[in-house]
């Protein structure tokens, strides 16, 4: 049980870092620096900057990554799913599509599908809420009509009834959006809104990804 709130929090720490939903990759993608030909070379003015466009694309697209970096290898709607080769873990991501108060400064959140076949894990959900929360206090997800407690530690939540994983997920399959009302540590509640769409396509990668 320990293990998995060290992974869920050194995956979190490792998005934040890389930029979760707007990788570098992507950016660097769309935005490709295009140099000038060398003065001394006129007739490869025109072929030049094709080529090093290319060339730019296909460095960002392959950026070596840190041992235990996640890397975007897809996205299915408003879903991504990423690879950690050195520790061959894979997951579907999703991060909020709104959260109330909206003035309120938290760190960005996450919602995570996760298979690690080593540890035969598969499909495991959890949420890192970006700030810490208050534990002792009641969080409800709500999908399909159906009830799922979860459980706090830190600023992470996952199912109370592991065996009930499957159905919360199937569940999550069904609806377009999820609502979690959370109590901070310190504060008001606040809301966090997060979108499905994509989900089912995401966590089919993902199987592929980690069979």
Known sequence: MKARFVFAALLGAAL???GAMHSAAQDANKKAPVKAAPKKTPAKKQEAPKAEQKTEQKKAQQKKT???TPTLVAQFGDWGVYVNRAGKTCFALTQPKERQPANVKRDPAYFFVTTR?????????SIMAG?????DADVVLTA??????????????????????????????????ITLKLTPAKGAVTTDRY????????????TKECP
């Open 117 to 125: 076949p080593a540890d035969k894990l598969e499909n495991e959900i």
């Open 144 to 177: 399909s009509s159906m009830n799922f407690p979860m459980f706090v530690k830190g600023n992470g939540l996952w199912i109370k009834e592991p065996a009930d994983e499957a159905k919360l997920l199937e569940a999550l399959k069904k609806d377009a959006e």
């Open 66 to 68: 840190t041992p235990g």
């Open 16 to 18: 934040v870092s890389t």
């Open 195 to 206: 979108s499905l769409t994509g989900l089912t396509q995401a966590l089919e990668r993902v």
């Open 131 to 135: 700030f810490p929360l208050k534990e």
